[in-house]
């Protein structure tokens, strides 16, 4: 999607890894978001961001770290990741929390634990 | 736990039909939103409204907020195969800075 990119796209990784995800956008918005999907329960919110090194925890946020050096790089780490972390998993950017316009969503990644 | 909850969770029409959708919430809010995703895409913002508004419209979208219900409705005008693709809603708390969604609903529209 156009000024936000997720990576990697698709990744397998075995359980009690770590595993960071990168969300990078070119729209300068202030707001960046974590969410993960998974069937039966829509979209959740793990972390979001307000600013640089500004950031707060989610509905589900144990077992995920994030991190946000750069207005353009947010991250999202699983610590030591499980099978129950297998999801799909959605940045999003937004430059206030009501703009018109909403959110603007990368195109995920899948994520699968092994 | 989902602000939101759709109904119904899925729908089949036929092209040239009406779609409508509902999104029930629990707590106040700023505002609410509708969402398309396509299969194996990210979301896609199609309208907002804020709590103090009633109704809205986008070309075929017209959406309506309830907040003494705590319900909003999506209805799609002349539905199009290019419309199925699953549709949430996301409540913005009253603070407004992170959105909540439901689950969704699938619609397939049939040509």
């Known amino acids: 999607d156009a000024g936000i990119t997720q990576s990697p796209r698709h990744k397998v990784t075995e359980t009690g890894t770590p595993v960071t995800l990168r969300c990078h956008q070119t729209?300068?918005?202030?707001?960046m978001y974590w969410y993960r999907q998974d069937p039966g329960h829509g979209l959740r919110l793990i972390h979001y961001s307000y600013g640089v090194k500004d950031t707060d925890k989610g509905e589900v946020s144990d077992g995920y770290s994030v991190s946000r050096s750069k207005t353009e790089d947010f991250l999202l780490t699983l610590e030591s990741a499980t099978s129950s972390q297998t999801s799909v998993y959605f940045c999003?950017?937004?430059?206030?929390?009501?703009?018109?316009?909403?959110?603007?969503f990368g195109s995920g990644t899948r994520l699968t634990v092994v | 736990s989902q602000q939101g909850e759709e109904d119904p969770q899925a729908l089949s029409i036929q092209e040239g039909e009406n779609a409508t959708m509902n999104c029930s919430y629990k707590?106040?809010?700023?505002?609410l939103q509708w969402y398309r995703q396509n299969s194996g895409r990210g979301l896609v913002h199609l309208i907002l409204i804020r709590s103090n508004e009633r109704e809205k419209h986008s070309g075929r979208l017209r959406v309506t907020l309830d907040t003494s219900k705590k319900s909003s409705s999506l209805l799609i005008t002349a539905s199009r195969a290019a419309d199925t693709a699953s549709y949430f809603c996301?409540?913005?708390?009253?603070?407004?800075?992170?959105?909540?969604f439901g689950g969704g609903t699938r619609v397939l529209v049939k040509p």
């Open positions: 999003a950017i937004s430059e206030s929390p009501s703009s018109v316009y909403g959110y603007t």
């Open positions: 707590t106040s809010i700023n505002n």
């Open positions: 729209e300068n918005h202030r707001y």
């Open positions: 996301a409540t913005a708390s009253a603070a407004g800075n992170k959105l909540t």
